[in-house]
């Protein structure tokens, strides 16, 4: 009877006191604006440098994008909840946000698995590498990439946006995920956890399967190598992918691939903080600075403008 009823909803965020609340909107922020500045100086070098035009640094550079994006769909309207008066949300606002945090969700794992593969291809087989991972295969693979991940997103969202809303609208998270959004319905939402669990294990798994083989292959052809320079250098292209891909997986599987648990929704936030607050922020560090060519490629580029030691 009260399905109309709702027509926005309430997100609770991080239930602290209200000088804490000050606290955190000034850390999140200061978070946000490094992470998007991170990553939009990663692009703007990778694009500027000729020595980076590469299927490696072509891929980082839609990595950065993806994360800018992903970053921008949700902690804008985290920070805003911090405000007094501004924890609402729409019904409509909510289900947009869900679909481009599904896009962006998938898009991560896409290009993650995508990027193991090319490492794999220029460490395994160097000699095929150019003739293999030319630049219209890449532009073609991160395409396939963006296009599977919005299409791929609209069924998921169509179901959300057909589920009732009767009872209490208050949402148990600082952006609207899918399940503390399903807690709310009074519908009968046993399909579509089941769709989204299985759905979401395919994505996560298989990209994961592949980035997986990948090192394994890499790392069996790197023992191989006579000279412990080679070794290294073999090494240091890796190091920062692997690091991405441990923190990523670990946190996505807990919170959306594990079975059906009692586990806490507030403990969901607090994991959630990872890979979408905390995650976008290291990345650029990461792939700069355990990154040779992107350092030299920043010290041409800003070192008249900075002292570097």
């Not at 604006?33 to 020595?51: D, F, M, P, Q, W």
């Not at 590469?54 to 994360?67: A, D, Q």
Request: glycine share 4%; proline share 3%; net charge positive.
């Amino acid at each position: 009877m009260n399905q109309s009823s709702i027509t926005e909803f309430i997100l609770l965020g991080f239930p602290v006191e209200q000088q804490f609340q000050s606290l955190l909107f000034v850390l999140f922020f200061i978070i946000y604006t490094l992470s998007i500045t991170g990553n939009v100086v990663i692009i703007y070098v990778a694009k500027k440098e000729r020595h980076l035009h590469r299927p490696m640094y072509y891929l980082l550079i839609n990595f950065s994008f993806m994360e800018i994006c992903y970053a921008s769909s949700t902690v804008p309207k985290m920070l805003a909840n911090f405000l007094p008066g501004h924890r609402c949300i729409s019904v409509g606002g909510c289900i947009t946000q869900c679909y481009f945090f599904f896009v962006m969700g998938c898009m991560e794992n896409y290009l993650l698995a995508l990027m193991a593969f090319d490492r794999y291809l220029a460490i395994c087989h160097p000699l095929r590498y150019t003739a293999i991972m030319t630049t219209r295969l890449c532009c073609m693979l991160t395409a396939g990439c963006w296009l599977a991940s919005f299409l791929g997103s609209i069924l998921p969202t169509i179901y959300i946006s057909r589920l009732s809303f009767c009872a209490t609208n208050e949402i148990n998270h600082f952006f609207c995920d899918i399940s503390p959004l399903l807690e709310l319905s009074c519908t009968d939402t046993t399909f579509i956890k089941q769709y989204f669990f299985i759905i979401t294990w395919i994505i996560v798994f298989s990209c994961f399967l592949l980035t997986l083989v990948s090192y394994v292959s890499i790392i069996w052809t790197i023992t191989k190598i006579s000279s412990t320079s080679g070794r290294q250098k073999a090494f240091s292209t890796c190091t920062s992918h692997v690091t991405v891909v441990a923190v990523y997986y670990g946190t996505v599987i807990f919170v959306y691939v594990r079975p059906t648990t009692r586990v806490s929704l507030a403990m969901d936030k607090v994991v959630a903080v990872f890979y979408v607050v905390i995650t976008p922020l290291f990345n650029p560090f990461i792939y700069s600075l355990r990154n040779k060519e992107v350092k030299d490629a920043l010290i041409k580029l800003f070192g008249k403008y900075f002292t570097f030691s």
